[in-house]
């Protein structure tokens, strides 16, 4: 492909040409794709509404981009070494060729369910091949995607089925992870007693647990697919039609479905992949993420293999059998270029260098960090044990909205520092603003960090509710698209992102809204009433602090009420949300209106217990006092 960036320099130049003449330079990149009919106008936009269209008037199809354009040159070429939770596992590779016909015949077989373009479909499974497959099967004959991450609790996958009015789920029996197996299709089978959308499921086999099969409705993967036609005619989309939906959560309310379109997502996750790794043909690239997440959705599946690329699918955990396994699959497939999260490399920083150094890490060129903040300890660690010394750390700041990388470092081209994301990529204009709006022209000042253009892979709106999309993105700073995230620049221009200025937390990299967990803890016969908070974790980066106000407090024993309070965020959201503290609490810190003061709330999580700045408006200060007294 001929996307990619040489050198700092040409950077400098192309980031130019891209502020001034942004069409002309999409143009450029756009046109190294297979279109089925070219564009015919760039693009429209206006922020307010919003309304934005890119390459309108072109139709293609993505799969085309992803598989048939690579068959010819590198069919052979392994698209994907599926590695296996367990190590001694046989694990697969799977290559252009093959996959393009695992894709076909899936697609025929959901065309064979009555399956039309537009049409919803949920995908709630492991990280295996037959994912990846079933993804590009949707985006082959037109249908939307909804991926709802396999750790999310029925409660939280029957709302996404719901929202998206999704007509077919894919799942599996259940899945592997580290020592444990978890039951999926169980938890299906639970969410569809409330959606009536549903017609079929299709389950892939993937842990022989002989799960419940209901007559009509439920089909077996394989078995479905096995005498499928091989090849399948792609569906033409309009670069304007949507690709997929991915619920992600935000300050209020429950999460809400985020809409990615064909053309602008192709080509800025194609473009966005290749520069900031600069991933070469021979290269072998692992991104570690689940496919559940944007990270899995852009740099595992359309990124990737719309370069022709060769990457890894990991089914397991960093942990299992042991604490090197990373770096295990990176000296056994001989990784080029790594994609993390800081979590983990927290969480493998504390298990010593000597699981490290048992393996050849000398094929790495670039490491990634994505999801989170990273503090400077863990990209030091990172750089020197990971990297050697050798490999640039890329810290990529982004998010499921932008659909693609924003701001980051590309490989070894550009400088970097410790704890900045570093530059924006050509054709992202990042701005600072200050809280009535202005810009915020001088250095290491920390501003809210919005984006004053358009580029090709942003959200375009929130699935069955463009009003949102507007409030939470686009009214806060009028003609802006506001991120939540506070960001500083520094003299260099390098910026560093600070973290959520709004009531999201970032957990081990997953983003969950305070009120989503409120609502879940709410949800439990003893809570009257709840807040929640984030606090510093050491391995987080986040953790989850609650405070709950219960009934019956004096005749239950607090540890049994903390269990049933975690149960019930386990049941409505899921386990991966679960408080990491919970105090019992006879009252909430409120203003005189009724409003809970989380900003002291925050304060006391984060272990201090006097100051307080201005409590002048709260309504009863005892109750403050009471909270520290028991606080953690
Ligand atoms: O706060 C930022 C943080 O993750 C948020 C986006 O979360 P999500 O939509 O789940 O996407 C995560 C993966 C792209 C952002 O608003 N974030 C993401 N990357 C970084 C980061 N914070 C600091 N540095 C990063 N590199």
């Not at 929640?532 to 407090?553: E, F, L, W």
Request: with cysteine.
């Amino acid at each position: 492909m001929a996307l990619r960036i040489k050198s700092y320099e040409q950077y400098q130049i192309d980031y130019q040409k891209s502020i001034e003449n942004p069409t002309q330079f999409w143009e450029g990149i756009a046109n190294t794709f297979t279109w089925k009919k070219k564009w015919e106008n760039t693009l429209d936009w206006e922020f307010t509404t919003p309304d934005v269209k890119w390459f309108e008037g072109g139709s293609l199809n993505i799969t085309e981009n992803m598989l048939d354009r690579h068959l010819k040159k590198n069919g052979d070429k392994v698209a994907f070494h599926w590695e296996p939770n367990d190590p001694c596992a046989p694990n697969k590779s799977i290559t252009y060729n093959e996959l393009y016909t695992e894709v076909c015949k899936m697609a025929n077989a959901l065309k064979s369910l009555g399956v039309e373009k537009g049409d919803r479909i949920c995908i709630y499974m492991p990280m295996t091949l037959e994912a990846v497959v079933s993804i590009i099967a949707c985006a082959r004959i037109g249908a939307v995607h909804s991926i709802v991450f396999a750790g999310f609790s029925s409660n939280a996958l029957s709302d996404r089925i719901n929202d998206a009015k999704a007509k077919i789920v894919i799942t599996s029996d259940g899945l592997n992870r580290g020592a444990k197996q978890v039951e999926l299709k169980g938890m299906v089978d639970t969410a569809l007693e409330t959606c009536k959308s549903i017609e079929h499921v299709i389950v892939f086999n993937c842990i022989d647990s002989g799960s419940n099969m209901q007559e009509g409705r439920d089909l077996n993967y394989h078995a479905l697919i096995a005498d499928m036609p091989e090849h399948c005619e792609a569906t033409e989309m309009q670069s304007e039609d949507l690709l997929f939906i991915l619920y992600t959560s935000g300050s209020t309310g429950k999460p809400k479905g985020v809409v990615h379109t064909c053309g602008g997502y192709m080509v800025y996750t194609s473009y966005s992949f290749e520069n900031v790794f600069q991933h070469e043909g021979s290269d072998v690239f692992w991104c570690t993420a689940d496919i559940g997440w944007i990270t899995g959705h852009s740099y595992i599946v359309y990124g990737p293999l719309l370069s022709g690329a060769t990457s890894i699918l990991f089914e397991g955990v960093p942990t299992y059998p042991d604490c090197g396994r990373f770096w295990a699959i990176c000296e056994k497939y001989k990784v080029n270029q790594f994609y993390t999260a800081p979590t983990a490399i927290r969480s493998l920083m504390g298990e010593g260098l000597d699981v490290v150094n048992k393996y050849d890490l000398s094929n790495l060129k670039v490491i990634g960090s994505v999801g989170e903040p990273i503090n400077e300890e863990a990209w030091q660690w990172y750089f020197d044990n990971i990297g050697k010394g050798n490999c640039p750390v890329v810290d990529t700041w982004w998010q499921t909205e932008t659909g693609g990388i924003m701001l980051s470092g590309l490989g070894d081209l550009s400088p970097m520092k410790p704890t900045h994301a570093g530059y924006p990529l050509p054709g992202i204009q990042p701005v600072l603003l200050d809280g009535d709006g202005n810009i915020i022209e001088e250095n290491e000042q920390e501003g809210y960090l919005c984006i004053r253009f358009p580029w090709p892979s942003m959200i375009r709106t929130t699935y069955g509710d463009h009003d949102r999309c507007k409030n939470v993105y686009f009214s806060n700073y009028k003609g802006y698209y506001f991120t939540g995230d506070g960001a500083k620049r520094d003299v260099d221009g390098m910026y560093r992102i600070i973290g959520r200025v709004d009531d999201v937390i970032n957990v081990s990299g997953h983003r969950f809204g305070t009120a989503e967990i409120e609502d879940a803890i709410n949800t439990n016969e003893h809570a009257i009433e709840s807040a929640v908070v984030g606090y510093p974790h050491d391995i987080k980066g986040q953790g989850i602090y609650a405070y709950v106000v219960v009934n019956a407090a004096n005749e239950t024993d607090p540890e049994e009420m903390r269990k049933s309070l975690i149960e019930s965020v386990s049941q409505g959201i899921g386990k991966i949300a679960k408080p990491d503290k919970i105090q019992i609490v006879t009252g909430l810190p409120k203003t005189r209106s009724g409003k809970i003061m989380r900003r002291i709330l925050r304060k006391i999580a984060e272990g201090e217990k006097t100051n307080f700045g201005d409590t002048s408006t709260l309504l009863d200060p005892e109750v403050v006092e009471l909270i520290v007294k028991e606080s953690f």
